[in-house]
């Protein structure tokens, strides 16, 4: 009782069916590819070889709820090969700079762009955190790694992110972590460490 026309719509709506399970089943790999690599005790400083890119780029995906809301998207530059990084340590200051830009960067929500470069540059690594937000005035750059600073305190922020990444980058990297304001705009994070032994 099947006709032809019906026949042909129900492969259709197969087709349609398998693409949409496929476009999930890959989202479900990534988050659980990401979820592997970022899931680590955050006291951790477990050096572990990885590739820089995969890395940075499955913190940034794992944050992709708190980015999309606000139209906010980003990019990563990294080579592919493997690092020797201490990856809890790197998971947390990505995350406590990327919640920086989504509270501080883009608090109307009209989207915007964080750009992460990390590379090897003369015996150290140098990492590079750019977003195109709202910026931060000049008389503030001087306190943001201060604990407890902050210019948003009635809406709840305590001042701790940035201090977190100072230190950080300070006692546990041994490196050294400048905050710029870019001529075009937004804020920039330099971190240069030397490579981990």
């Not at 979820?35 to 005790?41: A, G, N, P, Q, V």
């Not at 000049?138 to 790694?145: A, P, R």
Request: aromatic share 10%; proline share 5%; with cysteine.
């Amino acid at each position: 009782a099947l006709s032809k026309e019906a026949f042909l719509h129900m492969l259709d709506s197969f087709a349609e069916l398998g693409e949409i399970l496929e476009k999930n089943l890959e989202k479900a790999a990534i988050l659980i590819r990401d979820f592997k690599l970022t899931s680590t005790d955050q006291s951790n400083q477990e050096l572990k070889m990885v590739s820089a890119k995969e890395y940075i780029e499955a913190v940034m995906h794992s944050l992709n709820g708190r980015f999309s809301p606000l139209g906010i998207d980003w990019t990563v530059e990294a080579d592919e090969d493997e690092h020797p990084m201490y990856i809890a340590v790197m998971n947390q200051i990505l995350v406590n700079l990327a919640l920086n830009s989504v509270s501080h960067a883009f608090p109307d929500g009209h989207g915007g762009h964080i750009r992460i470069v990390y590379k090897r540059t003369d015996g150290n690594y140098r990492l590079e955190y750019q977003d195109n937000g709202k910026g931060i005035s000049e008389e503030f750059l001087n306190h943001i790694f201060e604990p407890f600073f902050t210019t948003e305190r009635g809406r709840g922020f305590p001042g701790l992110g940035l201090n977190i990444v100072h230190n950080l980058v300070k006692d546990i990297l041994k490196g050294d972590i400048q905050c710029t304001v870019p001529p075009g705009g937004g804020v920039a994070f330099i971190m240069e460490f030397p490579v981990p032994a």
